[in-house]
């Protein structure tokens, strides 16, 4: 099974620049089309919060218009800048969504991994949280199926980076979190946005991962007093494929870069 990731797209409304300089819209268009044209193409395709910038119908509908080439299932999930309910609407079709509440989903059996979604949304505000409601419902999902494959998906990650503009807009429950995960060795990766950046670490003995943004990065800066910032670094995205019981992740950029180019002449020869 092959899965893209992509995240933080941050979709405005037609003709505006996030942040007055990002033309979200134009990055996320040559991602789709990188993806599209990707051999084999994945089976699926997950987005891992922050679809759009201010929550807003019109923005998912620009949205979804943009991702239109894409033919694959798509699960996403609500990061700080969506809006619930408009979410919930403009992905309606793919019928994972509770009707109410929290935006949580499980895909049980229906792909070799089973994908749980976590929502870790507090409205209007840049933190994420996991309640106590949030983590009972992690709990008992979990539980129900203990030798399943599982893949846990949520905006925030569950972790502390050293970046302390996006520390400060981290997740509470963390730690109740982690006990958890802890508990169940069928959790193969927990996939996280929010960062606009690939980053790595392991929780409750789980690998976490965070993908790059579709659009632009936030900057590395690990001094206590670095300023809120973002980088144009090259936007990207994750596939992750699993094969064999095993899941190995790959970060892609995207962008004009020249080659492939050989290693070797057609005799087997190394070019040097």
């Known amino acids: 099974m092959l899965i893209a990731q992509f995240s933080d797209t941050h979709i405005k409304i037609p003709g505006k620049l996030a942040y007055g300089r990002v033309d979200t819209a134009k990055m996320l268009q040559a991602s789709v089309a ?9 089976d699926l395709l997950l987005i891992t919060g922050d679809l759009v910038d201010l929550g807003r119908p019109a923005e998912y509908e620009f949205l979804r218009s943009l991702l239109a080439p894409l033919q694959m299932p798509m699960l996403v999930i609500a990061g700080n800048h969506d809006e619930r309910q408009a979410l919930r609407e403009a992905f309606a079709d793919q019928a994972y969504f509770p009707a109410s509440g929290f935006m949580h989903y499980d895909t049980g059996g229906r792909w070799p991994l089973r ?16 309640c106590a409601d949030r983590l009972d419902w992690l709990a008992q999902t979990l539980a129900a199926a203990p030798t399943q494959p599982t893949l846990v998906l949520m905006h ?14 981290g997740l ?13 060795p069928q959790i193969q990766l927990i996939l996280c ?30 001094r206590p007093e670095a300023p809120s910032a973002f980088r144009m670094e090259p936007p990207g995205y994750m596939l992750h494929r699993w094969h064999g019981g095993q899941l190995v992740s790959h970060v892609v950029a995207v962008g004009d870069y020249a080659g492939p180019y050989p290693f070797f002449e057609p005799s087997g020869k190394l070019i040097d």
């Open 34 to 42: 990188h993806l599209a044209a990707m051999r084999p193409q994945p």
């Open 193 to 222: 946005g929010h960062l606009h950046r690939s980053i790595q670490t392991t929780v409750g003995g789980r690998p976490v991962l965070t993908c790059p943004s579709t659009a632009h990065q936030v900057a590395l800066d690990l």
């Open 156 to 169: 925030h990650p569950p972790f502390l980076t050293g970046i302390a503009h996006m520390d400060a807009l």
């Open 172 to 184: 509470s429950g963390r730690e109740a979190f982690a006990e958890i995960v802890r508990d169940h």
């Open 115 to 130: 994908i749980i979604g976590l929502d870790t949304l507090v409205p209007m505000e840049g933190r994420g949280e996991l």
